[in-house]
């Protein structure tokens, strides 16, 4: 299935759906509690007044192939969508997020040695055009920037900042798998972790009415098994079944082969690679969920938001990736009044630390592992 397109959606829908006074109060409340740290110096001020919320960069292009690393540890995030970037200076002129010097880019991101504290080297970045809700930041070479940063096993964060001011922090782990095959093509390969395997999300098609649910989780390829130092790509079969439970009862479920069935099985094996270097970023994989028991054995049906009536619900989702390993991972949420309870760190009147808050504007729910 086609996932959504958070770029196009997210300026789409919030646009759509003006902010009340009562988030407006509540964002400049936050604004004013939050310690904004410095970093250098900017030319440029910017008037973060000019935006409902402080800006974050969206949990979904960061978990789904904005940040990129190679097998021998070149760190790359070509494209990210921020949201909330203020759309004027405190002088009033419209902030201009593009430029052709380095010293004059007002986007840029610090990639953090955790442990150490070092800074490992800076991506600038380019929006244009800079919409009111979500812009789409292009990691951009002009000047002495780096096309990729090289780092190695550890923890890492990256730091944004505009104009100097940190707005968001993205914490991950690279791991080291080493091998003892004389003929591979590396001795050692390193790979991404943390919250991909943290955070699952669900939203609604973008086909038809908008209403049928779709669950997205992450999947990667950390095998040493690869072809050659210029691809590493290789195929691999990746398995998964999902079980949707409602108070303790089975709701849902997704699996190839499930109809008639009380619970899904593993579906067939699925081609790893879909075309794209999966071995330098995460893939999101999403599908639609099916009603458990249906209403008509000779058809499947799909779960819809009317469905989910108030209750507690969780969603196991069961994988077997390319090296066999097996994981079982829950992720719980409510309906209340009808209503989606959204992870307190998605929800801005709960989350007080802005630099952390998951992004996922009107449409997406993020909940996390159990």
Known sequence: MKRWNWTLSLAI?????????????????????LKL????VSKVKLDFES???????????LLSGGIKLTVDGKLTTPDLLVAFLPTKTQGGEKANYDAFKKEDLLLRAEVVDRNSKKVMGTFHYS??????????????????????????????????YAAGTHYYTFP??????????????????????????EWNYFDFTTYHDHENIVWHHFIDNTTTDI???????????YKFKYELRKDGKIFGAYDSRMQGSKKGSFNGPKDYNNGGSTRSKWINNS????????????????LRRADFKDGSYEMIVYTIDCTGDEKK????????GGKFVKHKEQDRKLHEDQTTIIEGGPGQYWYNKK
């Open 13 to 33: 829908l919030l646009a759509c759906a003006p902010f009340t006074p009562q988030y407006g109060q509540l964002g400049a409340k936050l604004k004013n509690k």
């Open 37 to 40: 740290k410095k970093s250098g």
């Open 51 to 61: 935006s409902p919320f402080m800006p974050a960069i969206t949990m979904e292009s």
């Open 127 to 160: 929006v244009n055009p800079v919409l009111k809700i979500g812009s789409v930041m292009n990691q951009k070479q002009v000047q002495d920037t780096d096309d990729f940063i090289r780092i190695g096993e550890g923890s890492y964060r990256l730091d944004f």
């Open 172 to 197: 991950f782990e690279v791991i080291k798998k080493k091998t003892d095959d004389a003929y591979a093509a590396f001795s050692e390969c390193l790979f991404l972790k943390g919250p991909w395997e």
């Open 227 to 237: 072809e050659n130092e210029f691809r590493v790509e290789k195929n691999c079969d």
């Open 287 to 302: 599908v639609q969920v099916t009603k458990i028991p249906g209403t008509n054995p000779d058809q499947w049906e799909q």
């Open 329 to 336: 991972r829950i992720y719980p949420f409510k309906v209340s």
